[in-house]
Each structure stands twice: as structure tokens, then as C-alpha cells.
């Protein structure tokens, strides 16, 4: 009874104080517990491990890692996989001296157990609410799966597609990528962190990553101030201001410093000037990797360099942990310095409320309720249908008629569920990722008979396949064939220098084409591929992507009607190799290539400046026509505002959407500017004969740009307005003037 009455007040009075910690100001205890610690604990808060099972990366090898957790000599691991896994290598950090629970992070890019479309795919959908509830059931699933914190979003533009992680990003345009930036973080955040739905998003990767020379992964990058500031840097921008929790930097020298030790891109511009309060954490060894750029003589010059600059934390690289503390006797690094980063680290272990409790992510119970819920697989079905970018529909083949009763499934991905996870889906179950067939055979449900042929595999060079491929089409009323690359032809050190097709999967379409039946292609891949013969000679092209768990329902829908395709490119698809990078929003030149006649042009003599498929293209089943454009003036003051309001109509005969685009072009000005700028759209849903008035807003903001002395800002002058539904396809144009 004493006993008891005892122990209740101890328990009442550990709550209580535990309690009355909690009320403090996390500044406040982040500062009282540094005081208690050693320069090695500071230093382990700073050092990250992979753990052995999934390694992400080229693992050094170290068997000390629960040790050294016991030591309090780790502030994170990555790749640790499960409640009850990250509960058992928390369980070593709470035998440390001072209990300092660890992070653990994971690569959580597309969907944790249910995976959504590849990011680049989620892009084409332009549908913002869409990609933020991916980004957040992605967090969800993998914080029930014991998860503090992903490597995601990855913010790099790019505009070479031979680089293997386009798919990882949002595409080639500052503004729609700064938007999606915002809305993922968003995502994975929730409303904040701390409750159990919401992971740390992380900003990748630091900075202009995706501007890798000749689109080899991990290559140099040199590129202009401007270049940097207005296409690379502005979705970093916008994840800072959405609140991102973290950022990596990257692999690549930024004209000649490593961006891991470069303090101009950490210092001066993240933590200086955008004032950014949380952690960086480096890219997979890559503070160690300075000494192979030739930027350091050995791990500790690295480690020097890498601190110096505001990298905070060493991803598996070890160089941090084997250094600093020689460093700070040295008086190469000031303590203070490592006082900054290990703040920053700590407050977000409090802000997750893992002092409170540092199991409250490894819940088992939780974990297999949440994983795979069933809400969960229809946002995946829906992001997967708004992903879908129709590009070509000749005589209004699609969507198929229902009285066919017998369609042809043709090609190498046609079966595969392996293959529409993408890259960075390592969480996926096979029986979780409907196939075209399936979801085809789900569809029909028995009321029209599917043939299928191979026809050939995805890299094969033999055309053995062909003859049952061709007599299987002959038998059919319509043929579909999925053509595309395999799942782990992009995403990291994934490069690829031909970005045709891969193998004799188009002579396989030109074979099956020949029989003269009506042909659909289905191209799947994580980048935009190079396709001119069934560009030209397919009835219809839809590009999918990856699509993820549910991309054979999704296919079937678009295909058969049921989801009307509503996706516009997020990126430039070159018809030619040669022409890369090529993007939408070049500058003119003094010989632009206005007629037909090429001579002394900036022009190809072999190949038209012309991509094959433009940034912000895509059709629809349906049309829309653009009317009655109006400006609330025609001359704008510069702190004044411009409404702009027109007509769409839906004048075709099936309800759809249309991604309605606002483009800007500063006709003269003390820098040239591109021809033409993406500067905000409107996704909107007309039934047939509908009509919407839509009003765009343009501001300051919206016409300011980096001029000759780099100062953002405006400057008087005429721009040019262009509504469309495709950046090469304006069907509303204006003028305005901005005075001062
Ligand atoms: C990639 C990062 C990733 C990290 C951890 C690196 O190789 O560049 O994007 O987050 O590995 O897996």
C-alpha cells in the first residue's frame, strides 16, 4: 500500500516535470540540454548512418553502429524499415548517456506502401490539391512505419532528359515547380510536425543538381548567376517559405565548388538571406566525396570545408564523426559552429516530440492499420488518372468504343505490375501494382475478349516475337500496345545518352501497324523518350509514366472514357537528341528563326528548332475554345494590380478539364528576357456547351526579374500576354504597359 502510494507519486511527479518540460520554449531546452554535452555527443548528433540492409548508396563498412549509438556517436540513421525495426535501434540510443533520441529517414518519394505516379508524372497532372494529398498519405503510411523524416521533395528543374532523376522532380519550370515544391511540403508535413501523420520533408538537392553537364549524373554544373537564381534556385525558395523542415545539398560542383562544401549556396543564400532555421543534411557521403572533386586533400580537410560551408549533418560518410573533434582542437572550427548545427538538429527531434516519447512513430498496431488502407489505393488510382498526358488522338479513336469484343494487348510492359512502381518505390508489394492487362481485364469484366502478344522484351534486339504479335493484331478490333522503358531505367545514376525507345519495340509497333489495324500506344517510362515514327504513324498516344499501384485501373479508365485525360507536360520532349536541353523558355536572339527561311538562323540545318511535344501540352476527349479577352486597364502602375478575365468554353461533347496557362514576355528590358514565361494557370472542369468567365491577377511580382546588377524588381516597359493550353499553343494575346 506505502508502496504504491509511492510509486504513484513518483510516476506523478516524472509527468509532472515532464509536463512542465514540455511548457518550456524548445529554444529553451535545446540550450539546456547542449549544455550537458560533449563535444563527441555534439558531434554524433551531427553524424549520420545508413543501416546495412538497404543500402541507397556505396556503404562504408563500419560494425560499430549500434555502439557507437550507445555512445551517444549518432544523431540519425536512413534506411531503417518498420515500427518494430526502428523501435529496436531506438531502444540503443536510449542506453546513451543523455537518452538523445535518433532520427530515422527514408527515401519516402512516391508513396510509402501504396505508391502514387513518379513525382514527374504526378507534375503532368498541374493539379496541386493532388500532388499535397499524395505527399501526404505518403507521410502518413511511412510515419505509422516508424519514419521521423523523408529525403523528399526533390525540387531539382531540368531540362535535359537523358538525366536519369527527371523523374524524380517536377519538370523543367521554376514556377510550376516552386508550386508543386510548396504543395509537397505541405504534404509531407501536415499541419505540423509532431503529429503522428506528419514526416520532415527535406529539399533536394542543394543546389542545381539537375543542370548536371550533358545530363550524366553527378557531373559538374556550370551555369550563370542568372541561371541560378531565376530557374534552379526559385523552388528551394518556395520550400523554405512552405516551411521544409530540412534540405540536402548535392553531389555536383556548382562551377567548380562542391555544392557540399560551397558556404556561397549553405551560408550566404540558405541560411543568410532566406534566414532558414532548420538543418541540412549532406547528400550520401558526399562531404567524404570532396576529396575525389579534388576540393579537399583527405576527410578531414572535407569535414573542415563541409562545416565551414553549414552542411549540418554527414550522411553516411563518416568523415564528420572521424574529424571534427580534432578540428575543434585544432582551432580549425569554431565550437560555436557546431553549436548552430547540433541546435538546429535538436530542435527538430523536440518539435517531433521524441523526447516526450521517442517510440511514439513505432507503433505495430498502427503501422498495419495505416499501411495500404484502402483510401489510400483510390488517391493513388486518382493521381494516376490525372497523370496520364494524352498526346495524340487521331479521328477521335479514343476513348475506345464498348461494342469492340476484341482488343489486342501488345508489347513488353503490357503485363508487367512490376515495372509501374518507377524509381525510389522500395516499399511497393508486388500484388499491389495492377498491370495494363489487369486493369484492362477488370474493366471488360468478360463483355469483350483480350488477346495478348509480347512481341518482344524491353531492351531486346530480336524480332522473333513479331509474327504472333502481328497475327494476334489481325484478329483484333483495336490493338493497344504498352511500349516504354523498365522502372529502373531512370531515377539515380540512371543517365541515358539514346532516350529512344529502347530495343525494336518501335519496329514492333511499325510491324503491328502495318496490318493496317487502328493502333493505341502506351508509352510508360520516368522521362520523356524520343518516338517520332509512332508519333507520326500511331491513331493515338497516351504518355503514362510510371503510374504506381494502381496504374492498370487508372490506364483502363482513361482508355475506355471513364477518367477524361486532363494531363499537360511538365517538361519539353525533344524530337532529336541533338536538340537537348531544350526548353520553352528561351531567349530570342539576334537571329531567331521566325520563317521558313533557315539561312543564318539560330536554327539546325537537319532538324526543326521544334520539340516534338511542348511544355504544358496535352489534349483532352473534349475541346475548349477561348474568348472575350479583357484587361481591367492597359496601363498598370507598378504597385497596381491587372485583372485579366476571359471566356472558356467546353465545345466538344464529354466533360472535361483544361489546364488554361498565362505566359509572359517583357518585350524589351535591361536584361533580355525569354520569350515566354509561365506565370500562374487555372486547372478547370466544363460540362459540354459550358462556359466560365476565368480571371488571372498580375502584380508586381509576376513581371520583376534579376536585372543587369542581379536586384530583383521591375522595370517600365510593354509586355506581351498569352493565354493557351500549351505553351506553344496561345489563343488569347495582349499587350500591357507597366509605368512606374
Ligand atoms: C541520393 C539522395 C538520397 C540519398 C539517401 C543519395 O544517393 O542522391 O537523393 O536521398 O542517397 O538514399
Not at 344 to 359: A, S, V
Not at 408 to 425: C, E, F, H, N, T
Not at 475 to 501: L, N, Q, T
Amino acid at each position: 500500500m506505502v508502496l504504491k502510494s509511492s510509486l504513484t507519486i513518483t510516476f506523478s511527479l516524472v509527468a509532472f516535470l515532464g509536463f512542465a518540460q514540455k511548457l518550456k520554449p524548445v529554444d529553451q531546452r535545446v540550450d539546456e540540454l547542449l549544455a550537458k554535452m560533449t563535444l563527441v555527443e555534439k558531434i554524433g548528433q551531427l553524424n549520420q548512418y545508413t543501416s546495412d540492409r538497404l543500402a541507397t548508396g556505396p556503404i562504408a563498412p563500419n560494425s560499430n553502429k549500434f555502439n557507437d549509438i550507445k555512445q551517444g556517436r549518432l544523431g540519425s540513421m536512413l534506411n531503417v524499415e518498420g515500427a518494430k525495426e526502428t523501435r529496436m535501434v531506438q531502444e540503443y540510443a536510449m542506453q546513451s548517456r543523455l537518452k538523445i533520441p535518433l532520427l530515422f529517414g527514408r527515401d519516402v518519394i512516391h508513396g510509402y506502401r501504396v505508391t502514387f505516379p513518379v513525382p514527374l508524372a504526378e507534375a503532368s497532372s498541374w493539379d496541386l490539391n493532388a500532388i499535397e494529398l499524395s505527399a501526404r498519405i505518403a507521410a502518413t503510411e511511412a510515419a505509422a512505419a516508424g519514419l521521423h523524416w523523408t529525403f523528399a521533395p526533390m525540387v531539382d528543374i531540368s531540362r535535359d532528359p537523358r538525366w536519369g532523376r527527371v523523374v524524380e522532380g517536377a519538370g523543367e519550370d521554376p514556377y510550376l515547380g516552386s508550386l508543386i515544391a510548396k504543395a509537397r511540403v505541405k504534404g509531407f508535413q501536415g499541419k505540423q510536425l509532431g503529429d503522428l501523420d506528419a514526416v520532415m520533408a527535406c529539399a533536394k538537392h542543394f543546389a542545381a543538381y539537375g543542370a548536371a553537364i550533358a545530363g550524366r549524373d553527378y557531373n559538374s554544373v556550370d551555369i550563370s548567376e542568372r541561371a541560378l537564381w531565376e530557374i534552379y534556385l526559385p523552388p528551394f525558395k518556395a520550400a523554405v517559405d512552405a516551411g521544409a523542415a530540412t534540405f540536402m545539398n548535392s553531389f555536383n560542383d556548382l562551377n567548380g565548388i562542391p555544392a557540399t562544401g560551397n558556404k556561397y549556396l549553405q551560408r550566404d543564400i540558405l541560411k543568410g538571406k532566406w534566414q532558414y532555421s532548420g538543418f541540412v543534411v549532406s547528400d550520401w557521403a558526399s562531404i567524404a566525396e570532396m576529396v575525389a572533386h579534388g576540393y579537399a586533400k583527405d576527410k578531414s580537410q572535407a569535414a573542415e570545408r563541409a562545416i565551414l560551408a553549414g552542411s549540418d549533418m554527414d550522411m553516411e560518410g563518416n568523415a564528420y564523426i572521424s574529424s571534427l573533434s580534432n578540428l575543434v582542437k585544432l582551432g580549425k572550427v569554431p565550437e560555436s559552429l557546431i553549436d548552430d548545427a547540433v541546435r538546429r538538429i535538436l530542435r527538430k527531434k523536440f518539435e517531433l516530440g521524441l523526447f516526450e516519447d521517442p517510440f511514439r512513430f513505432s507503433d505495430e498496431k498502427r503501422e498495419k492499420k495505416v499501411l495500404g488502407a484502402q483510401e489510400h489505393h483510390k488517391a493513388a488510382l486518382e493521381a494516376a488518372e490525372k497523370s496520364i498526358v494524352l498526346l495524340k488522338n487521331e479521328n477521335q479513336l479514343l476513348p475506345l468504343d464498348r461494342t469492340m469484343k476484341k482488343i489486342a494487348v501488345i508489347g513488353p510492359l503490357a503485363k508487367s505490375g512490376y515495372d509501374m512502381r518507377g524509381a525510389w518505390s522500395v516499399y511497393w508489394k508486388d500484388d499491389h501494382l495492377v498491370s495494363l492487362y489487369e486493369g484492362l481485364q477488370a474493366k471488360l469484366n468478360g463483355k469483350a475478349q483480350l488477346l495478348y502478344a509480347k512481341g518482344c522484351g524491353i531492351e531486346d534486339t530480336s524480332t522473333a516475337g513479331f509474327t504472333e504479335a502481328v497475327e494476334t493484331a489481325r484478329k483484333a478490333d483495336v490493338v493497344i500496345m504498352a511500349v516504354g522503358e523498365k522502372w529502373d531505367m531512370s531515377g539515380e545514376a540512371k543517365s541515358r545518352s539514346d532516350i529512344r525507345i529502347p530495343g525494336v519495340q518501335e519496329e514492333l509497333i511499325e510491324a503491328v501497324k502495318a496490318t493496317g489495324k487502328k493502333v493505341v500506344v502506351l508509352v510508360m517510362a520516368g522521362r520523356p523518350l524520343i518516338f517520332n515514327y509512332t508519333a507520326a504513324n500511331a491513331d493515338a498516344i497516351l504518355y503514362t509514366w510510371f503510374l504506381g499501384s494502381e496504374a492498370g485501373n487508372a490506364m483502363a479508365n482513361v482508355l475506355y472514357g471513364d477518367y477524361n485525360p486532363s494531363g499537360k507536360l511538365p517538361i519539353t520532349f525533344p524530337r532529336a537528341q541533338g536538340q537537348i536541353p531544350i526548353y520553352y523558355n528561351y531567349r530570342n536572339t539576334g537571329r531567331p528563326l521566325t520563317g521558313k527561311d533557315m539561312s543564318y538562323k539560330s536554327a539546325y540545318i537537319d532538324v526543326s528548332n521544334k520539340p516534338a511535344y511542348a511544355f504544358g501540352y496535352g489534349l483532352s476527349y473534349t475541346s475548349f475554345s477561348m474568348s472575350n479577352l479583357q484587361l481591367s486597364k492597359k496601363d498598370l502602375k507598378t504597385d497596381g494590380t491587372l485583372k485579366v478575365t476571359f471566356t472558356i468554353t467546353n465545345t466538344g461533347k464529354y466533360s472535361g478539364e483544361e489546364v488554361v496557362q498565362l505566359y509572359l514576355h517583357d518585350l524589351v528590358a535591361s536584361v533580355a528576357r525569354p520569350v515566354k514565361e509561365l506565370k500562374d494557370f487555372q486547372k478547370v472542369k466544363l460540362a459540354p456547351n459550358e462556359s466560365k468567365t476565368l480571371t488571372f491577377e498580375i502584380d508586381k511580382e509576376k513581371l520583376s526579374f534579376y536585372n543587369e546588377a542581379m536586384h530583383w524588381g521591375t522595370e517600365p516597359g510593354e509586355f506581351k500576354l498569352m493565354i493557351g493550353n500549351s505553351s506553344d499553343n496561345i489563343l488569347l494575346e495582349t499587350n500591357f504597359v507597366l509605368n512606374n
